[in-house]
């Protein structure tokens, strides 16, 4: 378990060799568990001989809360996370600015389940799947993928028939017979040089292809959306296990829907509504006209700030 630490700066410069197969270091962190949680960490300029430059996590079931991975360098794939396990549960997480040199320049999964929810995958780059390349699991009855509100733009492929956004292969034993893969409420490119999946797909009207963010400030990293982003209300009303707060810790759903991205949209119009949660006299039952000490808790219940 990683909470609340910032790792920046490292090198792994070889590979690890476990479980009969060759697995990147991981140039901030190489995790090799049963189970494995990243809660509130910041990768940034780490570089991994191999897969992983932010982190490398391998025979696990992962759960990422709330982590940003910046400015990392993977080797071969996974130039912010590399992940390949049972499982893998991504939310609220940033990936901005990573290179993975063969695939998956911002994450990289391979593993039987994928969940993917309210992420933000931006200018990262990699030799296929410049944002995310997934691998699903090979049993069609149990094992499936699931984005929901994540957001790509502006990542990049430098291989040929390659995907610039997103790459899935939902078909990893080769049978013809279709993982389950569901998109609702993403935004990416849909065109064939920014999406690629090895069977078809109907990609769900919820969806967005390539529209603008509208951050606050992309080059200087400042992820958040401005007034009139397209993300704003744009996520899947019925989110399974929508988190209560987002990557900022502010309000998960402010507004009509939940917005899409790792960051819900706040103005800071809110208006305070403060509620009295605890009252403690001292004496207890004061008399009239005598003096008394109150000791008040207030709550600021807000109200929508759009």
Do not use: C
Request: charged residues 10%.
């Amino acid at each position: 378990m990683l909470t609340n630490n910032h790792i920046t700066g490292n090198t792994s410069t070889g590979w690890h060799y476990q479980y009969g197969s060759d697995f990147g270091g991981g140039g901030g962190a190489y995790i090799s568990a049963t189970t494995a949680t990243l809660t509130n960490n910041s990768f940034s300029g780490n570089t991994g001989g191999a897969s992983g430059g932010g982190a490398s996590i391998s025979g696990a079931s992962a759960t990422l809360t709330n982590n940003s991975f910046s400015g990392n360098t993977g080797g071969a794939s996974g130039g912010g996370v590399s992940i390949s396990g049972a499982s893998a549960t991504l939310t609220n997480n940033s990936f901005s600015g990573n290179t993975g040199s063969t695939s998956g320049g911002g994450v990289s999964i391979s593993g039987s389940t994928a969940t993917l929810t309210n992420n933000t995958l931006v200018d990262n780059e990699g030799g296929d799947g410049g944002g995310l390349i997934l691998s699903t699991g090979s049993t069609e009855t149990t094992d499936s993928a699931s984005l929901y509100n994540n957001l790509l733009w502006a990542n990049r492929a430098t291989g040929a028939d390659s995907a610039a956004d997103l790459r899935i292969n939902n078909d990893d034993d080769g049978d013809y017979l279709p993982t389950p893969v569901t998109l609702l409420a993403n935004n990416f490119d849909w065109s064939a040089g920014g999406f690629k999946i090895t069977l078809p797909i109907t990609i769900h009207s919820s969806n967005l292809n390539a529209q603008d963010l509208l951050f606050v400030n992309q080059a200087a990293g400042n992820l958040r959306l401005t007034a009139g982003s397209p993300m704003i209300d744009a996520g899947y009303p019925n989110t399974p296990n929508l988190p209560a707060t987002d990557l900022g810790g502010g309000p998960r759903v402010l507004g009509a829907a939940v917005d899409i991205g790792a960051y819900e949209f706040d103005d800071g119009s809110g208006i305070p509504d403060f509620v009295v949660t605890s009252l403690v006299l001292t004496p207890t039952s004061p008399f009239a006209t005598t003096t008394f000490s109150a000791q008040i808790t207030l709550k600021n219940q807000g109200h929508p700030r759009r």
